[in-house]
């Protein structure tokens, strides 16, 4: 995600990613250094971060 401009502060809480067509659940999820927990769906083949925070300025990797 990129760094978010402008002069409205952010109203969002929490930024959730889902990643669709996943084979398997990942075997790490992080943000940065930081392991962060997720969900993994084997029926949609689906795996979901949830961020906490209001930011625009992350990534998130995911290892199989």
Same mark, same amino acid.
């Given at each position: 995600?990129?760094?978010? #401009? @402008? *002069?409205? /502060?952010?109203?969002?809480?929490? *930024?959730?990613?889902? =990643?669709? @067509?996943? /084979?398997?659940? /990942? =075997? *790490? ?5 930081? &392991? +962060? /927990?997720?969900?993994?769906? &084997? #029926? @949609?083949?689906?795996? *979901? +971060?949830?961020?906490? @925070? ?8 995911? &290892?199989?």
């Amino acid at each position: 995600s990129q760094t978010a #401009a @402008g *002069t409205y /502060p952010t109203w969002w809480s929490e *930024t959730r990613l889902v =990643v669709h @067509g996943v /084979p398997s659940a /990942p =075997v *790490t999820v992080k943000k940065g250094d930081a &392991a +962060v /927990p997720f969900t993994y769906d &084997a #029926a @949609g083949k689906a795996a *979901t +971060v949830t961020l906490a @925070g209001g930011g625009a300025d992350w990534a998130v990797q995911l &290892a199989w």
